[in-house]
Nanobody, 126 residues
Framework: QVQLVESGGGLVQAGGSLRLSCAAS????????MAWLRQAPGKEREFVAA????????YYADSVKGRFTISRDNAKNTVYLQMNSLKPEDTAVYYC???????????????????WGQGTQVTVSS
């Protein structure tokens, strides 16, 4: 497993932007696909975006496609989530996560992820 620490959350008005960062420990960061998931109050945790080990492959939840961008810097052991045109329904705790090693590319199931950060709160006001 890899240890993950998120940062960059906060309060923003609708239409605004935030950039989340996730710092990973360990020398094997570049061997992991990485993802962002989120959990709103009273709702189940849901997939947001994922990026391949090389950074060349990405996929997104339909609800954020065109507004959010996931990226990574393997030299810095960091993955990012740039969030633009934020909406009140984006309000949630955002988690950085790595999937189980046996998990294939393309999963959106939170149960397939076994390394999690502590989460960072994003609140979008209307």
């Amino acid at each position: 497993q890899v240890q993950l620490v998120e940062s960059g959350g906060g309060l923003v008005q609708a239409g605004g932007s935030l950039r989340l960062s996730c710092a990973a420990s360990g020398r094997t960061f570049s061997s992991y696909d990485m993802a962002w998931l989120r959990q709103a109050p009273g709702k189940e945790r849901e997939f947001v975006a994922a990026i391949s080990r090389s950074g060349f492959g990405t996929y997104y939840a339909d609800s954020v496609k065109g507004r959010f961008t996931i990226s990574r810097d393997n030299a810095k052991n960091t993955v990012y989530l740039q969030m633009n045109s934020l909406k009140p329904e984006d309000t949630a705790v955002y988690y950085c996560a790595a999937p189980r090693k046996a998990t294939g590319w393309g999963t959106r199931n939170p149960s397939d992820f076994d390394s999690w950060g502590q989460g960072t709160q994003v609140t979008v006001s209307s």
